[in-house]
């Protein structure tokens, strides 16, 4: 009689399933940069403008902390330091720069939470609309690790597979 139905419905779903995962991790690594660039080039842009929602935020923070430096000059550095760092991530081997530039630029987003209490909570644990805005900032710092750490996981991967083959791998000094 052959294989029960159930036993090769079971093995046809998890064949899909299994495609499907593959397809995920094939597309992981570009979706999330595309996406982290995205985010951080409009998000720039914006600030740059003084179109951003955020700016309001920025400007008080700015005050407490740079009022020295004349504001269209900060906020342009600021707008185009996030362009900067969302670009990066475009390109593959850049990561870490962009995770260098990243941890400075979320201290001073995270600022307003301790600095600025007033404008950013209701109460005890409980932000208002731009502390949600800035609490966000963790799933783009987890974002940015993943990407860092895949990219890094499958340098060392490449690694040992050309260790073992005894190929050593073309630098950019051995190309010219």
Not at 7 to 14: C, G, H, P, Q, V
Not at 52 to 67: K, N, Q, R
Not at 148 to 159: G, M, N, R, T
């Amino acid at each position: 009689m052959g294989e029960n139905i159930f036993i090769r419905l079971n093995r046809e779903r998890i064949n899909s399933e299994n495609s499907f995962f593959n397809f995920l991790r094939k597309v992981s690594i570009p979706v999330s940069r595309i996406s982290f660039c995205i985010v951080f080039v409009w998000f720039g842009i914006l600030k740059m403008v003084e179109l951003s929602p955020a700016v309001g935020v920025v400007h008080t923070l700015y005050d407490h902390t740079v009022p020295f430096l004349p504001w269209k000059i900060f906020i342009y550095i600021f707008g185009a330091y996030e362009c900067v760092i969302g670009i990066i991530f475009l390109f593959p081997g850049k990561e870490k720069w962009a995770l260098y530039m990243l941890i400075p630029h979320m201290i001073t987003t995270f600022g307003p939470l301790a600095v600025l209490p007033n404008l950013v909570w209701k109460g005890f644990l409980i932000p208002n609309l731009i502390g949600q805005y800035i609490i966000k900032n963790i799933v783009i710092i987890a974002l940015a690790i993943f990407i860092a750490a895949y990219v890094s996981e499958d340098k060392e991967l490449q690694k040992k597979i050309l260790a073992k083959k005894k190929i050593r791998p073309i630098r950019d000094q051995d190309a010219a």
